[in-house]
């Protein structure tokens, strides 16, 4: 938001979270650290599923040029969008094609993650 202010413009930001899900700034950043993924990660995401961790896997794989959110889409739902970029991600690292966001596929991530 812009405002005016004795003739000074100040620009501010504001984040509007998803009702349903705790704003964590995840969705803000570009990346996520590797201690963010190890806090965040601690269950298997597959289609249906939402929350912080789904943001966060979205963030990951959007930094990482496998998932391109369309404008107006907003980040936390484990849709076909997401699972298809999963997918891609599980080619590209060797890992079996499941689509769903287990534990081979989140080890490989954070290992990916410190490097």
């Given amino acids: ?3 005016i ?3 000074t413009t100040i620009s501010t930001t504001t984040t509007v979270a998803s009702p349903q899900l705790p704003n964590t ?3 803000d950043q570009a990346s996520i650290t590797v201690a963010q993924a190890v806090a965040i990660f601690h269950r298997s995401l597959g289609i249906g599923m939402s929350g912080v961790d789904v943001v966060a896997l979205q963030t990951t794989l959007v930094e990482k040029g496998f ?3 369309p404008a107006m889409i907003a980040k936390g739902y484990y ?3 997401t699972r298809s ?3 891609k991600y ?3 690292s060797s890992l079996p094609l499941a ?3 287990g534990s081979m596929t989140k080890a490989k991530l954070i290992s990916e993650l410190s490097n």
């Fill in 25 to 27: 700034g995840i969705g």
């Fill in 79 to 81: 849709g076909s969008l």
């Fill in 99 to 101: 689509g769903v966001f």
């Fill in 85 to 87: 970029a999963v997918l």
């Fill in 67 to 69: 998932l391109v959110i």
């Fill in 5 to 7: 202010y004795g003739g």
């Fill in 90 to 92: 599980q080619a590209h």
């Fill in 1 to 3: 938001a812009l405002c």
